[in-house]
């Protein structure tokens, strides 16, 4: 096992003035020093672990240890840690850990153990080269008997509007028609043959995909299921997600409109959306790409 030690003072990052929402910014400069807000842009680096790499996420050693390239005390930032992941490129070096109360940086080859980890030793993980991205290709936030689903029981929990609903249903293949339950804030996906069961009722609003004013609502009114056929897209199991999704980019849309919704999950070979509450369940699967709901494409350095 490879053990590098000492203190990492020369870290790849600036550092820029804070404004008074704690936001780092850079921009050009006046003769008198004094920043050109014209110009400002946010700057997210390393040297801002919150904002750069995913907090209270570990990564396992393997049986063997072989996932792990190297260990070190005495590492005091998340910046540093990673330089030492560079630096460590030709033994394999891809991902970090570090922990932020004991000044520890472990250095490994994959994310194949990664884990949803909180203790009071507060743990960083982030890859070898810049921040990471808004979607993380090997992710996993979803498992199948686990309770922070916000799809199931064929329908999404916590849609606050049928027209929220109606933009669901746009990301979803089968999806013609959405019936939302107005006191519940459920939404229900529908395939075309719904249209022909409309019932009256009081509870709830109706309307066709991507609707967005109220000329397109049917008011007061449920789209049900006939005395032999389902024709709801979500499934009728207590834990699931949205199928016939087109891309990761979609489900992300998908979960920006579910109040509840903190993290998503895309299974790309079966072209689901998972909307979870947590990153509770995190592990490693190749076939998924996941994020989190309010991440968006930042400017870095």
Known sequence: MKVFGGVFAAVSAQYYPTNQWGNQYQGSQNRWGQGMGSHLQEVVGPHIPEKCFMRDVDIDGNIWRSNVVADATRVYSAAACQQSCKEFVNAGCEWFVWERDSNECTLYKDIE????????????????????????????????????????????ETVQSVFECAEICEYADECEYVTFDKSRK?????????????????????????????????????????????????????????????????????????????????????????LLKNADMLEYSSDKISGKKDCIVRHGH
């Open 186 to 274: 459920f939404c229900y996906l529908k395939s075309p043959e719904a249209r022909r069961y409309q019932e009256s009722n009081p509870d709830f609003d109706s309307a066709e995909s991507g609707c967005s004013n109220s000329y397109c609502v049917m008011m007061n009114s449920e789209l049900t299921d006939s005395m032999w056929s389902n024709f709801d897209v979500v499934t009728r199991a207590p834990n699931g997600g949205v199928e016939g999704v087109r891309s990761d980019d979609d489900c992300h849309r998908i979960c920006r409109n579910v109040m509840d919704c903190e993290f998503w999950t895309y299974d790309t070979d079966d072209r689901i959306c998972y």
């Open 113 to 156: 153990e990664i884990e949803h980890d909180v203790d009071s030793d507060v743990k960083f993980t982030g890859p070898r080269d810049g921040c990471l991205g808004c979607h993380l290709e090997g992710f996993d936030f979803y498992q199948r008997h686990g309770r922070n689903s916000l799809v199931g029981y064929q329908r999404i």
